[in-house]
């Protein structure tokens, strides 16, 4: 039986000639269609909320709905390491951290993630403290984009560069694992990556990363009503899904 891919196995992918693949998965056919795919880290993320939940970004997702999608993902007991995004809101104080981490744990999660850096750098110390592996997540940040105003690529100004450099270093001498680079400037994604000893995973921040991850959905064509410049679908699943049914239906006869 093939070995379980745990935190320390992914982290020490960082340098290796195979690029880390990941993947979203928010219930138990998804889960364990990419782990049958050979998909080493799942994520159950917050983007649950939009593309699955239909709420207009990610700050509506509670706890409690990640939890129901991380047992859900979590019954497919893939060889995957399967981490949960810590949703908005919950992880504002160490104690929040600690004690949604851990419900995120007893649900199925073998790591959580946060969005940000030094600003929580005391809960991601903690969450590592209480034995759990910890994502971490820096760029364009989606639990912000209400304050923000929008998803827009960070690192072309001098100073966002220098404040993500730093945050990436922070985060991995505070433990984490891996870190997500989420709409980064390639170059600065490129440059994190050459400097930190844990792997980055990108998204839409370059090819020059340790491994790369999607939004499943994006993936496959299975979210037709916005379009995204990083991702080219390998499947026009929304299409087939429709031709699929008018064909059910024409075969219903009158
Ligand atoms: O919620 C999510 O799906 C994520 C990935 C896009 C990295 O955070």
Redesign the pocket.
């Known amino acids: 039986m093939a070995t379980k891919i745990t935190a320390e196995a992914i982290r020490a992918m960082k340098g290796s000639a195979e690029k880390i693949a990941a993947l979203?998965a928010y219930d138990f056919p998804m889960a364990r269609l990419l782990d049958e795919s050979d998909i080493p880290l799942l994520?159950v993320?917050?983007?649950v909320g939009m593309v699955v939940l239909g709420y207009p970004d990610?700050t509506h997702v509670t706890i409690e709905e990640m939890e129901h999608h991380v047992r859900a993902a979590a019954r497919a007991k893939p060889r995957a390491l399967l981490a949960a995004?810590l949703p908005y809101r919950s992880y504002s104080t160490v104690e929040m951290a600690v004690t949604n981490a851990r419900r995120l744990v007893a649900a199925g999660a073998e790591a959580v993630?946060a969005e940000g850096g030094r600003d929580i750098l005391e809960q991601v110390r903690a969450i590592v403290r209480a034995g759990i592996p910890f994502l971490g997540?820096l760029g364009m940040l989606?639990q912000h984009v209400l304050e923000e105003g929008g998803y827009r690529i960070k690192g072309k100004k001098p100073q966002e560069r220098e404040s993500l450099l730093a945050d990436a270093e922070s985060l991995a001498s505070a433990g984490a694992f891996a870190i997500?680079l989420?709409l980064i400037a390639s170059s600065v994604a490129a440059e994190i990556s050459e400097q930190i000893d844990v792997p980055t995973i990108g998204?839409g921040s370059g090819p020059d990363c340790d491994g790369q991850?999607l939004?499943i959905h994006d993936l496959l064509g299975l979210w037709p009503w916005y379009t995204l410049k990083h991702v080219k679908p390998k499947l026009n699943a929304a299409e087939q899904i429709k031709a699929a049914v008018q064909e059910w239906k024409r075969e219903l006869g009158k």
Do not use: A, M, N, Y
């Open positions: 979203t994520l993320g917050d983007s990610t995004d993630k997540h989606p997500v989420e998204i991850i939004v």
